[in-house]
């Protein structure tokens, strides 16, 4: 594991393209290009503020607003929830 992807924890360790090594099962980091900016953090403070959402509900939010996501399908969230421009879709409702 890359010192970056220990720093970063979280799901940024298994979210990478596919290397070669002798298993097949090596991820490498992505580049940090394709990382969320550091806008998204007051991005994921405001929808706390204002939703009542937890901190890593907030984050994943908040990365598909930065991402220009416009339909977010979850169960964990309420169907039709509208955060700025995302709309929550619950597939099991």
Known sequence: MSRLSAAVGGPWTTVGKRCGST?????????????PSMNMIPISLGLTSRHSLSHWDSLLIAACIEAKVDTLYSEDLGDGEQY??????????
């Open 23 to 35: 298993h097949g099962r090596r991820f490498d980091l992505v580049s940090s290009r394709d990382l």
């Open 84 to 93: 700025d421009t995302l709309t929550v879709v619950n597939p099991f409702a």
